[in-house]
């Protein structure tokens, strides 16, 4: 299979699309120094892109965090991913739209003579955690740990904030696990490296409080969907210890969708009916 960088194609970049390959920003540019982006995943079913705008207004705020002017409005980005979603002739795929700091005048940590670009790239992509949908996906848990908000601006999806996910994620895949599962500063369960976690007791569900890490749109639709069917919610702090007593588990994420979980470290979970419920039901929703 050819690299990300060698396919045919086109990239929606700074306003038009261009050939694939040529699709190219300079090595000077900021963010590849100093993590000045922000970006969205987002998938399309049946040649719609599933909570589209909601991705659109994130992918502002999360500029505007970083202290990126955003060039475009959430009528235009949506027009850009429209555009190269029709280009890219998918029905089904995901969508990749990326902001950063791009070269200019500044080289060093301050960047605000420097323009602010933006791409729209749209690919295939199956199952992210592969055949862990039906088997339930094996979990490490990070020896990395998600940060106070004191430190980093949590709530938004930047570039930067992935470091210790792929450090992470390449260590729980030498160990032959799916993913791994961070605590937070405090100690308490927090998320996967690219995805929020939920579990299951008694009939009720469990899902760590969005206090230090982002607040998935993917998360936030499958709360709704349990809410909608009258399964009572907790949102709140969740210490390691209480996924003993915890009966199933799930993962969500745009890329993830709903990912049953088998194991997260030594403790274990059964891929239970409410678990392959909501996957089905999120699966009748994305393509409704």
């Known amino acids: 299979m050819a690299g990300y960088d060698d396919r045919?194609?086109?990239?929606?970049?700074d306003g038009k699309l261009v050939p694939w390959r040529e699709a190219n920003v300079h090595i000077l540019s900021h963010a590849?120094?100093?993590?000045?982006?922000?970006?969205?995943?987002?998938?399309?079913?049946n040649g719609k892109i599933f909570k589209s705008r909601e991705h659109s207004e994130r992918l502002i705020a999360s500029a505007e965090a970083l202290d990126m002017p955003m060039p475009y409005s959430v009528d235009e980005i949506e027009a850009a991913k429209e555009e190269a979603l029709k280009a890219s002739g998918l029905q089904d795929a995901y969508v990749r739209a990326l902001v950063w700091r791009g070269?200019?005048?500044?080289?060093?940590v301050a960047s605000a003579k420097n323009p602010v670009r933006m791409a729209v790239a749209v690919w295939p992509w199956g199952a992210y955690y592969g055949d862990a949908k039906?088997?339930?996906?094996?979990?490490?848990?990070?020896?990395w740990k998600r940060p106070s908000p004191e430190t980093i601006p949590v709530h938004a999806k930047a570039a930067g904030l992935y470091m210790i996910c792929t450090i992470s994620k390449h260590k729980a895949e030498a160990k032959g696990c799916s993913d791994a599962l961070f605590m937070d500063w405090r100690g308490y369960v927090a998320e996967a490296t690219g995805a929020n976690v939920f579990f299951v007791k008694?009939?009720?569900?469990?899902?760590?409080?969005?206090?230090?890490?982002l607040n998935g749109i993917t998360r936030q639709t499958v709360i709704q969907m349990l809410k909608d069917k009258g399964i009572t919610v907790h949102e709140h702090r969740i210490k390691p210890e209480e996924m003993a007593d915890f009966e199933q588990c799930w993962l969500t994420g745009t890329a993830a969708e709903v990912t049953p979980v088998g194991q997260i470290g030594d403790y274990t979970f059964e891929v239970g009916d409410l678990t392959r419920q909501i996957a089905e039901d999120y699966e009748k929703l994305v393509r409704s």
Do not use: N
Not at 103 to 108: A, F, I, L, V
């Open 8 to 13: 045919d194609g086109t990239i929606w970049l």
């Open 32 to 45: 590849m120094h100093y993590a000045s982006s922000v970006f969205e995943g987002e998938r399309a079913y």
């Open 103 to 108: 070269s200019g005048e500044d080289m060093g």
């Open 134 to 143: 039906m088997q339930g996906a094996k979990l490490d848990i990070a020896e």
């Open 202 to 213: 008694g009939g009720e569900v469990h899902t760590p409080l969005a206090d230090c890490f």
